[in-house]
């Protein structure tokens, strides 16, 4: 299995919306598009709604909806899509709040109050971050005379058995050297780690008899999460969750979590809907440009966009796509001169 890019790969800077779609339609508009059929892929989300407006505003022709709720693609509705316009742009990806409160981004909605954005990304997330957070703050690390201790509860001590719910399952062996030396009042103590000692070494020195929980040092590679997946189920938690269950501990420790798991989801969903395109649009004589990236919401109107992938299939040929990563892609829309309307919204909708 192949993983998503770094993090700081992936944190580019931000455009905003029209700059964005007007270096994409000046690159293909350079690249001879003709008969645009703009399409997208996005979160059904209120906050989503001008930027897909202004998309087909920019390329003159309403947008093609190709995503459902958690910004997942539906290959089946490429094909009318195709259908409608000679050659396609698709712009698409994950969406989060850019007002981020421990680590979830949120939104002001209309109602007046502050949620979580994507809603549907934060379902998905929580429980798995909820099991990650409640195990740092469980585990403790102290001094006892010259040597470095760690306390693990029972709970984390025993296998989980996979249920339908996340399980936490600790990988012992990865903070703890030989067997344990006593029983404690919550769990079993051991000699800590001496590899993970000394990559934390400033953290470790700094601990006394009383000691502290183990927190953010518990990393990735220290546990993984245990469950029984549903692949055949054609519901939207269940479709995210099966795409990216391999990722979460990467997730769950991860600066922002929210921000980590929008990234991936978008990095999973471009390859996805790449591959449906080019088994299905080869020799056709088509051409598709994409830019996928991370939409921040600032409010339910106004976005601005992280480009992170990109590709580029010409009159069909397979062999010759590009594809484009986070660096690249950022490199070629800032190349281009936007090219924006010169009509306005109003008559672009024909009630102007």
């Keep these: 299995m192949i993983s998503p890019p770094d993090v700081r790969l992936l944190d580019q800077p931000s455009l905003s919306v029209m700059d964005l779609y007007g270096r994409m339609f000046a ?99 929580k429980d798995y971050l909820h099991l990650y957070r409640r195990a740092y703050g469980l585990i403790r690390l102290f001094r006892e005379g010259s040597s470095f201790r760690i306390e693990i509860p029972y709970k984390y001590l025993f296998v989980p058995r996979a249920t339908t719910t996340p399980q936490f399952k600790l990988h012992v062996e990865q903070l703890v050297d030989g067997n344990a030396l006593r029983d404690s009042g919550n769990g079993k103590v051991y000699r800590l780690n001496k590899e993970f000692a000394k990559r934390h070494e400033f953290a470790v020195r700094q601990l006394d008899s009383v000691g502290c929980a183990i927190g953010d040092l518990l990393e990735s590679d220290h546990f993984t999460f245990v469950q029984k997946l549903d692949y055949d189920s054609k519901e939207i938690g269940d479709l995210i969750t099966t795409s990216v269950f391999g990722f979460m501990s990467e997730v769950v ?50 976005n601005s966009i992280v480009p992170q992938f990109g590709f580029l299939l010409e009159a069909g040929q397979v062999l010759t796509a590009k594809y484009f990563g986070p660096v690249e892609i950022n490199e070629l829309l800032n190349s281009q001169e936007p090219m924006l309307p010169d009509y306005t919204f109003m008559q672009y909708a024909g009630v102007g």
Excluded at 97 to 115: E, F, M, Y
Aim: charged content about 20%; hydrophobic content about 35%; glycine content about 10%.
């Design 27 to 125: 690159y293909t508009s350079a690249k001879k598009f003709v008969g645009i059929q703009p399409a997208m892929w996005q979160c059904s989300d209120e906050s989503q709604g001008i930027k897909r407006s202004l998309f087909g505003y920019v390329y003159n022709c309403p947008v093609f909806n190709l995503g459902r709720v958690g910004a997942l693609v539906d290959e089946q509705r490429l094909i009318p899509a195709g259908r409608h316009g000679q050659d396609l742009v698709i712009f698409g990806g994950s969406h989060i709040g850019s007002n981020v409160i421990d680590g979830i981004g949120h939104v002001d909605r209309v109602s007046g109050h502050t949620s979580p954005c994507c809603g549907m990304l934060y379902r998905v997330l």
């Design 253 to 302: 420790t991860s600066v922002n979590p929210h921000r980590r798991l929008a990234d991936i989801n978008t990095w999973r969903q471009f390859h996805h809907l790449v591959t449906y395109l080019t088994d299905h649009f080869e020799l056709r004589d088509r051409n598709i440009f994409i830019v996928a990236g991370l939409c921040l919401d600032h409010s339910v109107r106004l």
